[in-house]
């Protein structure tokens, strides 16, 4: 069965805290990416990478950044964490399109 | 105005009740896919479409082009099919990247 992996369901990290949410995909998939989800506003791309090293802003980068070293890994760092990254967050890969289960971030 | 519209954005329906959910998008795109959501998080791809008609199950997926609209339907609904549904529009063929709709909730009534 293939799968998505998010290292964590659920996180609480302090205000000012460098943040690492990761992803691991176990497909061989080019893509990869990262949304948030929040009530009201849906899902909203935050960084997308298409290979190696290689990585695209989204709508909404600003608070972020990733790292693709290796194929199967994508990583979202928030370099110092803020309350309004309160979210869920979720990776997906393509082609075709999965989504690993979301890691519901609080940060206070 | 959002590039891409649901409607409803809630839905109750009895059990057995024929199912539609719509989407309208205002850009180009290259394909469509209906999402589904079940309370938790995780998001399962129910159909990719970029033309006519698909149908797995209860489950059936249309799309017109160049009315720029889609619907899902589910026939004969039961309680798991409870869930979020979502439309994402895919806009340049080749890096996948989604813009999606704000979801409908349906709920299925025993």
């Known amino acids: 069965d293939v799968k998505v992996t998010q290292s964590s369901r659920y996180l609480v990290k302090r205000t000012g805290e460098k943040v690492f949410l990761e992803c691991v995909q176990d497909m061989d998939h080019e893509n990869m990416f990262w949304y948030r989800q929040d009530p009201g506003l849906g899902l909203r791309l935050i960084y997308f990478s298409y290979d190696v090293k290689m990585k695209e802003k989204g709508d909404i980068p600003e608070g972020y950044s990733v790292s693709r070293e290796k194929k199967e890994r994508f990583s979202l760092i928030l370099e110092s964490a803020s309350t309004n990254q309160t979210s869920m967050y979720l990776c997906?890969?393509?082609?075709?399109?999965?989504f690993g289960n979301g890691t519901r971030l609080t940060v206070t | 105005k959002n590039e891409v519209e649901q409607s409803p954005q809630n839905l109750t329906a009895q059990e057995g009740e024929f199912i539609t959910i719509n989407c309208s998008y205002s850009v180009g795109i290259s394909a469509l896919h209906w999402l589904q959501q079940h309370p938790g998080g995780g998001i399962v791809s129910l159909f990719m479409?970029?033309?006519g008609k698909k149908k797995h199950g209860r489950l059936i997926a249309t799309i017109n082009i160049q009315e720029k609209h889609s619907s899902l339907h589910i026939t004969a609904s039961h309680p798991r099919d409870s869930a979020v549904y979502i439309c994402a529009v895919i806009r340049d063929f080749g890096n996948e990247k989604l813009t999606f709709g704000t979801g409908t909730r349906l709920t299925i009534i025993p």
């Open positions: 479409l970029s033309s």
């Open positions: 997906a890969s393509s082609a075709p399109l999965h």
